[in-house]
């Protein structure tokens, strides 16, 4: 248990309601509250229609979490038990969040309800009748794990003249996944979609046939084997299809722009159940992970007796914000047919500013923010939204400096630091003794195990009887060691109660570990934060599976500890979020479209859907800011011209929707140049 939240200790008290409603027919005794729903949301919430499948489309802001709240009270209200309800959302933090948010509405009740991502749920049912589904004994790998067994196998199978040029395995599991998601045959997918010549063709098709035998043979399951091998065996076997089919009477789902076409193979298996999905193809960006607006788009096609309904008026933003991401889904030449209105009425024009270079840009921020926070503001009102982690170094260089305390969601995850990694092995290693990607890494933490010895003790595992502890192994293999004897020995004797098997498999790794890592004490804090993180689990599995599927990042897992302090977000990672002030980060040529998607039509428009994310996170201030730093940008009345990049997006913005302003090198924080008032010059 673990990976969906259906049985959680309730993480917050019941907040009861002025005006109590009894359950209808639900037979629970307990409070009712009302949540204030507009009359649009409120005719999806409480939809009754003849359709018995409900698409609503909703624009940035409009209230998507709030409905799909509004429905699931809406339902319980009406006598569906809780438990017959699915919720599956794009990420863990995601469903976390609703259902604290539906805890606080309706009590405990709200912890019968299954919910999570796509892949927790199926995973959390194929753990229920592994048989059915063939998944017995076998341990979900990340992606790191993924690409090093590829890229060992790609190693065994090309000759040295052949690596250089060969995709490498990033390349290789990203063709795979993308494939497996699209439900594409492999071939078929590389002959489609890339211009590889048939020779290369034919030799990756070959590696990935072995990628797959060898994680059959080691009891693997990758990412995307979790969906595959679900849709594999609902429909293929009818019957097991209508048992977890019978198990919900409605499903809900979040973020429908960003399903793909085989968790669209997944809600069809469902659809006995009445499906309720809220999404906004203006926020699609997974495009690269196989999400298929199609989805959205086709859905009253694809489904009999289906319906749509629209939220179209924006709660978080000021009319101005809003404007300007209108204006940019017009400038597309795919119909979004959207128009968003806000609700709070007028506020202040958005900022366009430009610098010349991303040092002025990270400095004029860092000196607003702390004018603003000076003059009373909380820095927790403040998000400043980038592209990659990597595009935020120079700005986090001037927060640092200036001791602005943030927090970056979307950079590293805790799971990712390679001293977590060596923890997570070893409880990996004292649950399957064919993890061979575990075992290796466990066995080398330790002195004197080199790759030699590793590979032998692995050898003498993958041979072992499934019935067999592999404790035999190192008894006969490493009797002199026991102190990895001891680790195994450990995690296997507190694998019902994960945050203890962590803790002490943390102590224990100490001996080794102290001696390999700088700065031990601060790792080995991170060690017990994934500890404490374990807390809720009942058993150790659930809790290494959960955390593998989602990792979790530094500063999410650190949130509880910060009081005040600004958000630090990739685009990516922004949906879901807002703020009262929010800088947009290097907003210039060739960020907006990236320069890698232009060219790519449908790469482009999905760059313009990532600024759209972007520009509707701000609820009352949107500052965006773009730096010049290279000579093949100029300042050119109004807007930068870029050589190489004739469609960017913000190449002929109204002048009007914005304030704009440029600051010279030798200007300073604090002034436009007097230059401007040239600039609307006709
Ligand atoms: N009916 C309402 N009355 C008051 N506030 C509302 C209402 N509906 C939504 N809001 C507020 O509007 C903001 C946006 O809502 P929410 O986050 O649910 O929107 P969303 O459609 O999921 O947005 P996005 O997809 O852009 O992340 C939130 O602050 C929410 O509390």
């Not at 609703?98 to 405990?108: Q, T």
Request: glycine share 6%; proline share 3%; charged share 25%.
């Amino acid at each position: 248990m673990g990976a969906l939240y259906r049985h959680s200790p309730p993480i917050l008290a019941p907040v009861l309601p002025p005006s109590p409603v009894r359950f209808a027919q639900s037979g629970r005794s307990g409070m009712m509250p009302t949540m204030k729903l507009n009359s649009e949301q409120e005719t999806a919430a409480h939809y009754q229609g003849q359709a018995q499948h409900l698409l609503v489309l909703a624009g940035a802001g409009t209230g998507k979490t709030r409905t799909i709240i509004g429905r699931i009270l809406f339902l319980i209200k009406q006598g569906v038990p809780a438990e017959r309800v699915l919720m599956l959302t794009f990420t863990r933090r995601a469903a976390k969040e609703m259902l604290l948010r539906l805890n606080n509405e309706v009590g405990k009740v709200a912890q019968s309800i299954t919910a999570g991502t796509f892949h927790h749920f199926c995973l959390q049912v194929m753990r229920r009748v592994p048989k059915a589904f063939a998944v017995e004994d076998r341990t979900v790998i990340d992606r790191d794990d993924a690409q090093s067994l590829l890229q060992l196998i790609r190693g065994e199978r090309l000759k040295k003249g052949e690596k250089r040029d060969f995709p490498k395995a990033p390349t290789i599991l990203n063709y795979i996944s993308y494939a497996k998601n699209c439900c594409l045959q492999l071939d078929d997918y590389l002959a489609q979609f890339t211009e590889l010549d048939t020779g290369t063709m034919e030799r990756l098709v070959e590696i990935a046939n072995l990628y797959e035998q060898r994680k059959h043979e080691r009891r693997y399951l990758d990412y995307d084997d979790i969906l595959h091998l679900f849709v594999q065996g609902i429909e293929t076997n009818s019957k097991l299809r209508e048992r977890i089919a019978g198990l919900y009477q409605h499903v809900l789902v979040d973020e429908m722009q960003d399903t793909n076409p085989l968790q669209w193979r997944i809600l069809n298996a469902l659809s006995n159940a009445n499906l309720f999905c809220v999404g906004d193809d203006a926020q699609s960006i997974y495009a690269f992970r196989g999400a298929d607006f199609r989805n959205v788009h086709e859905f009253e096609a694809r489904l009999s007796n289906a319906t749509t309904l629209k939220l179209q008026e924006n709660y978080r933003s000021t009319q101005e914000i809003l404007d300007i991401a209108n204006w940019l889904l017009q400038e597309s030449t795919i119909s979004y047919d959207k128009e968003l209105h806000a609700h709070r009425g007028r506020g202040l024009k958005p900022q366009l500013l430009d610098f010349e270079s991303k040092f002025d840009e990270a400095e004029w921020i860092a000196t607003d923010l702390q004018e603003r926070h000076e003059a009373g503001a909380a820095w927790s009102d403040h998000m400043i939204l980038v592209r990659s982690a990597w595009s935020a170094k120079t700005l986090e260089g001037a927060l640092i400096e200036r001791q602005i305390p943030y927090k970056f969601v979307g950079g590293t995850s805790l799971l990712e630091a390679a001293h977590v990694k060596d923890l997570l092995s070893l409880c990996r290693a004292a649950i399957s003794a064919y993890d061979e990607l575990a075992w290796i890494r466990y066995l080398k933490c330790w002195p004197k195990i080199g790759d030699a010895t590793a590979a032998k003790i692995v050898q003498q595992l993958i041979e072992l009887d499934p019935a067999d502890n592999p404790l035999q192994v190192l008894d006969s293999a490493l009797a002199k060691r026991e102190d990895i004897r001891q680790g195994i020995a450990l995690i296997q004797q507190y694998r019902a109660e994960p945050q203890t098997a962590l803790k002490l498999g943390a102590e224990h790794l100490s001996k080794a570990l102290a001696l390999r890592y700088d700065r031990w004490d601060s790792r080995l804090a991170d060690l017990r934060l994934l500890s404490d993180l374990a807390l809720r689990y009942k058993d150790l599995l659930g809790f290494v599976e959960a955390y593998t599927l989602d990792p979790v990042s530094n500063s999410e897992a650190e949130k509880t500890d910060q009081e005040d302090c600004l958000t630090l977000i990739t685009v990516h990672s922004a949906k879901g979020t807002e703020a009262p002030v929010c800088y947009c980060l290097g907003v210039q040529p060739g960020m907006y479209p990236h320069m890698r998607s232009l060219g790519d039509k449908e790469a482009e428009e999905e760059e313009r859907r990532i600024l759209y994310v972007a520009l509707t996170r701000a609820q009352n201030e949107l500052l965006i800011t773009r730096s010049g730093d290279d000579n093949r940008t100029q300042f050119h009345g109004g807007s930068f011209v870029h050589g190489a990049s004739s469609s960017y997006f913000l190449e002929y913005l109204p002048i009007e929707l914005v304030e704009f302003k440029h600051f010279g090198y030798h200007l300073g924080h604090g002034g436009g140049s007097v230059l401007d008032e040239l600039l609307d010059f006709e």
